[in-house]
């Protein structure tokens, strides 16, 4: 089993930064991909950034060049440092963490944190 947790949103005004964290524990060790995803009122869930476990990154086109996906494998976290945010940024931002066993993919979400982002 994998736990996922994020933490680190809040409210930043336009032009600003915030740093997520996605903390995960368990069965760690069979997590291949981690990402941060987005969902904005009465919008589907989007993929904001990856991370693989050999560190191949990729960006949404709409964050290339503000946002970074990064990782402490010391402690199982995941962060994601957004920069020059946009009012059109604020959602609700997700960390899901995959794993595979045996050939399975699993997908494991976190609970979510709130980013709004004030003009």
């Known amino acids: 089993q994998v736990q996922v947790v994020e933490s680190g949103g809040g409210l930043v005004q336009a032009g600003g930064s915030l740093r997520l964290s996605c903390t995960v524990s368990?069965?760690?060790?069979?997590?291949?991909?981690t990402g941060w995803y987005r969902q904005a009122p009465e919008k589907q869930r989007e993929l904001v950034a990856g991370?693989?476990?050999?560190?191949?990154?990729n960006y949404a086109d709409p964050v290339k060049g503000r946002f970074a996906i990064s990782r402490d494998n010391a402690k199982n976290t995941v962060y994601l440092q957004m920069n020059s945010v946009k009012p059109e940024d604020t959602a609700v931002y997700f960390c899901?963490?995959?794993?595979?066993?045996?050939?399975?993919?699993?997908?494991?979400w976190g609970q979510g944190t709130q980013v709004t982002v004030s003009s």
């Open positions: 368990g069965s760690t060790f069979s997590i291949t991909f």
């Open positions: 899901k963490a995959m794993s595979v066993r045996s050939g399975v993919f699993f997908n494991y």
């Open positions: 991370i693989s476990s050999e560190g191949t990154t």
